[in-house]
C-alpha cells in the first residue's frame, strides 16, 4: 500500500472517528442523540436547533441511493492519470445524510439516478481506507 498518488483527507478531532472506523471497514456517521438525526459530521444539530447536543458516532449499514454524479474527462491531479474517465458521485444515504464519494465495480455509462448502492472499503495506506460505493447486490 505504498505510493498512492492521490490526495487523502485530513484527519482531525472533528472526523478523526469516522477515519477509524472506515480502517476497520465500518461506517459511521454522526447522529444528534436528541433527535436521532444523522450527520457527516457536524458539531450542532440543524434539526433540533441546539448548539451543542449530545452527539455520537454510530454504525450504519452503508446503503443508499445514487442520487446525481458527474463523470471527470480530465486530469486535474497526477495521482489520477490513470483514471481518467471516473465518476465523482452524491449518494443520498438511507439514513438521510448526502456523502461524496465513487461508484466503483461499474461501467460510468451505465450509472442511473436512484440506483441503490452498498458502501465498500479502499485500503489506500496503512492509516486511511476510503469508503466508496458500488451497486448493491440483492441477496
Not at 92 to 103: C, D, H, K, S, V
Request: proline fraction near 7%.
Amino acid at each position: 500500500m505504498t505510493g498512492y498518488l492521490k490526495p487523502l483527507p485530513e484527519i482531525d478531532a472533528d472526523n478523526e472517528d469516522f477515519w477509524k472506523g472506515a480502517r476497520e471497514h465500518r461506517f459511521l456517521l454522526y447522529q444528534c442523540q436528541n433527535c436521532k438525526t444523522y450527520y457527516y459530521p457536524a458539531i450542532a444539530c440543524t434539526t433540533c436547533e441546539e448548539l451543542a447536543p449530545p452527539m455520537e458516532w454510530v454504525e450504519s449499514p452503508g446503503r443508499g441511493k445514487l442520487f446525481t454524479w458527474i463523470i471527470m474527462h480530465r486530469k486535474y491531479h497526477d495521482g489520477f492519470a490513470e483514471d481518467v474517465p471516473y465518476n465523482v458521485a452524491l449518494v443520498e444515504l438511507a439514513e438521510g445524510p448526502y456523502f461524496l464519494t465513487n461508484i466503483v465495480e461499474y461501467e460510468n455509462d451505465r450509472l442511473k439516478q436512484g440506483m441503490g448502492l452498498d458502501v465498500t472499503f479502499e485500503d489506500v495506506t496503512e492509516e486511511i481506507t476510503l469508503p466508496k460505493f458500488r451497486p448493491r447486490t440483492e441477496s
